[in-house]
């Protein structure tokens, strides 16, 4: 199918410089086209994951991606969307975070073939620019109007911007030329947010070069949910495509509890099914939202698309073990995904009671309770539920040496960890 009418379907198009263009760029034959993601973490989070997509989208059509890795705009900060400055990392930092990113990209692009993908940093370019050549050849080609226009920078005029950020467009903006001259880069993407910076980058081309209407930009809509709570933040904070941040299982169960009024606008957003797989699935949360078909497989590609196959195996059978109460078929790497943010009690003894260790734990509010709680069938060892008073807790109940989960009533975990 035609590359924009898929973006199209998928509601993927916000903004594009010059629409008519751009198609008949993509008609003629291949692009090269960048986004940029600046070092400000570790990781990459959920909300970055749609435009790393996007790019692979237009890899998939036969073009040729550069996800660009901001080493430079990262020790800066960018101010679009944001109320305040951004604390200033360490160039150490920056460098650290900039090869952990790295890292994360080179799952999602194909690099090798005609049109392989290429990871650039923009710390190549700019870390050597003198702040006279700077000023004199970059500078001069933005009036201070002009800037002050754009929205990320109108929106901080009255809470305060420093000069720092307020360079900030003329830096990305540089990147884009750079880009240009260097890899023929004819299109820049980005969240809706970047608008004003992706401009900015096509007039500088424009006055530096004596190509007219050869560059374009596109933005993609920023994800918003439909009961108004912010996407890809939980209880627990926000979601990272870092399996050490963010659990395998953590990120399956973001994506299966999905509102039936956004699941199929996020299966078109960031899974590659079919448009007439989607529609099919449209079709079943209309008449059997019940059966959450969609949510299933809106969390099964997302969580096979950012960690395999394997990791997405463990994720249902974390989930499939929940559901059912059978912990004890979980192994040790899967009750801490799982158990993650449950309360946690590190248990010093050997072997001790139940009763007592429901007390020391704080599992139940007291003696008296805790029996009440065992002797009314509320107390469960590893999804076994025990009713005995006498029993006691021995290294037989521990999974891999190493946790014992005890559940109290329908859904309260306790997570008992052991150091002997």
């Given amino acids: 199918m035609n590359l924009l009418k898929d973006l199209e379907y998928r509601g993927l198009i916000n903004q594009v410089t010059d629409l008519e263009g751009l198609t008949k760029q993509l008609e003629e034959g291949q692009i090269t086209l960048y986004c940029g993601f600046d070092p400000t973490g570790d990781s990459l989070h959920i909300g970055h994951l749609l435009t790393v997509l996007t790019l692979r989208r237009f890899q998939l059509a036969g073009h040729k991606p550069l996800a660009l890795v901001g080493g430079a705009t990262g020790l800066i900060g960018d101010p679009s969307g944001k109320k305040a400055e951004r604390t200033l990392n360490e160039k150490e930092i920056v460098v650290q975070f900039s090869n952990r990113i790295k890292d994360q990209l080179l799952r999602f692009l194909n690099f090798d073939g005609e049109n392989s993908a290429k990871i650039v940093n923009n710390y190549d370019w700019i870390g050597n620019l003198d702040v006279i050549s700077f000023l004199r050849d970059v500078g001069k080609n933005f009036g201070i109007n002009y800037m002050l226009a754009k929205d990320s920078v109108e929106s901080r005029i009255q809470s305060g911007i420093s000069f720092t950020e307020f360079s900030y467009m003329i830096l990305q903006s540089y990147d884009f030329l750079k880009l240009y001259e260097q890899e023929n880069c004819r299109l820049q993407i980005g969240g809706s ?10 007039e500088l081309i424009r006055k530096s070069t004596d190509e007219e209407g050869k560059a374009y930009g596109f933005t993609i809509p920023l994800v918003t949910k439909s009961d108004g709570t912010k996407f890809g933040k939980t209880e627990g904070g926000a979601i990272w495509l870092d399996q050490e941040k963010t659990s395998p299982y953590e990120l399956y169960q973001f994506f299966i509890n999905t509102d039936d009024r956004d699941v199929i606008k996020f299966l078109k957003f960031f899974t590659f099914l079919t448009h007439e797989a989607i529609d099919r699935l449209a079709e079943e949360v209309a008449t059997v939202p019940e059966k959450r078909s969609a949510q299933r497989k809106l969390a099964e590609e997302v969580t096979r698309l950012v960690h395999g196959e394997g990791a997405l195996a463990q994720a249902i059978r974390i989930s499939e073990a929940l559901f059912n109460g059978d912990i004890a078929s979980l192994n040790a ?3 801490k995904q799982g158990f993650k943010d449950v309360p946690s009690y590190e ?8 009763l007592d260790l429901l007390v020391t734990a704080k599992i139940s509010p007291s003696k008296r309770q805790g029996r009440e709680d065992i002797q009314n069938g509320a107390i469960y060892v590893n999804g076994e539920r025990k009713t005995e008073l006498e029993t006691v807790i021995t290294k037989e109940d521990r999974i891999e040496g190493q946790f014992t989960i005890i559940r109290r009533g329908k859904k309260k975990y306790f ?5 002997l």
């Fill in 193 to 202: 947010d970047q608008w004003g910076n992706i401009t900015a980058g096509l």
């Fill in 333 to 335: 790497s899967e009750i």
């Fill in 347 to 354: 248990c010093q003894e050997e072997e001790i009671s139940l």
């Fill in 415 to 419: 997570l008992i960890k052991y150091s």
